[in-house]
Nanobody
Framework: VQLQASGGGLVQPGGSLRLSCAAS????????MGWYRQAPGKQRDLVAT???????SYADSVKGRFTISRDNAKNTVYLQMDSLKPEDTAVYYC??????????????WGQGTLVTVSS
């Protein structure tokens, strides 16, 4: 199983970016999916999560600006980021609880995609 994240880049304050993360491999089911971020010199923090049924939760710092969604048919999770601020600069990692025959339910991580918010 692999998680492939994409969509990061350089954006000006107030701008938008959309991150995508696609899961591939011998997948039986995907439970919760989410996005985390890690700024330089800081710990990895939760940004947003979404259940298989579509229930969402967000860190207070991104509420009202970021939207998490998923396409279960494509095994993909998205993060729409609007009104970006310099403090949103970080490496963003996707995460998914994936069930396979070989490992049961296991936490998988994407490789990270860098988001830089700067003028």
């Amino acid at each position: 199983v692999q998680l492939q994240a994409s969509g990061g880049g350089l954006v000006q304050p107030g701008g938008s970016l959309r991150l995508s993360c696609a899961a591939s491999g011998s997948i039986l089911s995907i439970k919760d999916m989410g996005w985390y971020r890690q700024a330089p010199g800081k710990q990895r923090d939760l940004v947003a999560t979404i259940t298989s049924g579509g229930s969402t939760s967000y860190a207070d710092s991104v509420k009202g600006r970021f939207t998490i969604s998923r396409d279960n048919a494509k095994n993909t999770v998205y993060l729409q980021m609007d009104s970006l601020k310099p403090e949103d600069t970080a490496v963003y990692y996707c995460n998914a609880e994936i069930q396979t025959w070989s490992r049961g339910v296991y936490d998988y991580w994407g490789q990270g995609t860098l988001v830089t918010v700067s003028s």
